[in-house]
């Protein structure tokens, strides 16, 4: 009988943990830049040529977007960090809808992506 419930208290431990850890990885960071929140993501972004494109501006702040919204760590990029558009031309046609306002950054040596985030009502931006 004891062995049964040891052996609940163990699965019931783990999927709390992977619960846990699922969630982590679902939270984002956000950061501003020109008027816009991005909501920074883990997606390692494959570079081909110039799909790592051209240095748009660089981190002015990172903040929340509202206050309940998931923010994970708002810490971990420097403020002055050069942020990078994706030049879409050099990717697939499927990749260029998906990374259509996506930006790069780059972490631990890493290019990864910055999704935009509009808030309810904004209009999109227009594409230079």
Do not use: W
């Not at 929140?37 to 702040?61: C, D, N, P, S």
């Not at 950054?105 to 594409?127: H, N």
């Amino acid at each position: 009988m004891q062995t049964r419930r040891l052996i609940s208290i163990l699965l019931s431990v783990f999927v709390l943990c992977s619960a846990v850890l699922y969630h982590q990885k679902q939270q984002f960071d956000y950061i501003y830049l020109d008027g816009y929140y991005y909501a920074l993501t883990q997606e390692k972004l494959e570079t081909r040529g110039a799909a790592r494109g051209t240095a748009v501006g660089t981190i002015q702040r990172n903040t929340s977007v509202s206050s309940n919204q998931q923010s994970g760590d708002s810490n971990r990029l420097p403020v002055d960090a050069t942020i990078y558009s994706i030049d879409s031309s050099a990717l697939g046609y499927d990749e260029q809808l998906h990374y259509e306002y996506a930006l790069t950054y780059f972490m631990d040596g890493e290019c990864r992506l910055a999704r935009l985030y509009l808030q309810q009502g904004e209009p999109v931006p227009q594409k230079p």
